[in-house]
């Protein structure tokens, strides 16, 4: 089982970044697919969740109209568009999938700054 997250970087205020999550050794419909992330010393933090079949979606209050979580089951990807970035939403962000079980990828390091 491995869930493989990419496309996080350093990007100035304002800018945009798309993150990619792609699983492998599960049956990725079934699952609903998670984005966390977790600042420096703060604790993880549920940002965006969306179900199987790919609706409905769930968005922290404070990322709803700038992020936006799709998934591809075809694919076995799942993405987070991210829009309009600001300095605090620096962050290690991590992919989950659920269903029974849990399952984390390794992170994606999205550092916004100018």
């Known amino acids: 089982v491995q869930l493989v997250e990419s496309g996080g970087g350093l990007v100035q205020p304002g800018g945009s970044l798309r993150l990619s999550c792609a699983a492998s050794?599960?049956?990725?419909?079934?699952?609903?697919i998670n984005w966390y992330r977790q600042a420096p010393g703060k604790e993880r933090e549920l940002v965006a969740a969306i179900t199987s079949a790919g609706g409905p979606t769930y968005y922290l209050d404070s990322v709803k109209a700038r992020f936006t979580i799709s998934r591809d089951n075809h694919k076995n990807t799942a993405f987070l568009q991210m829009n309009m970035l600001k300095p605090e939403h620096t962050a290690m962000y991590f992919c989950?999938?659920?269903?029974?079980?849990?399952?984390w990828g390794q992170g994606t390091q999205v550092t916004v700054s100018s």
């Open positions: 050794g599960f049956t990725f419909s079934n699952y609903v």
């Open positions: 989950n999938a659920r269903r029974v079980v849990n399952y």
